[in-house]
C-alpha cells in the first residue's frame, strides 16, 4: 500500500465538515476508546481546518448533516464490530 499524506481528526463534527467539502475518508484507526477519522489530501485538509477554526469555512448544511449521520453510522457500524470480537 502506498504511503499516503493524510490528516487525522477525532472530532466528528471538524471530520463531518471535512467530508462535506469534498475530502475524501481513506480509513479510520481507533486507540484505545477514540476513533480517528483519515482524510486526503492533507495540504487541503489543512487548508479547511484553517477556515473552520477561523470561522469563515462555507459548506451547505444538508450535506454537512448527511455527512455527519454517515460518520455517526460508521462509528456504530466500529462498535458493533469490535463487540463481535470480544
Known sequence: MEDIDRYTTRN???ASFLA???LQL???RKTNNSLFFEFAPEDKARSLVDSY???IAVVNP????S???ELRDLIFQLE???YERR
Not at 62 to 65: A, I, R, S, V, Y
Request: net charge neutral; hydrophobic share 35%.
Open 26 to 28: 481513506i480509513g479510520t
Open 20 to 22: 462535506a467539502s469534498g
Open 62 to 65: 444538508k450535506t454537512l448533516f
Open 53 to 55: 477554526f477561523k470561522d
Open 67 to 69: 455527512k455527519l449521520n
Open 80 to 82: 458493533g464490530e469490535d
Open 12 to 14: 466528528l463534527n471538524l
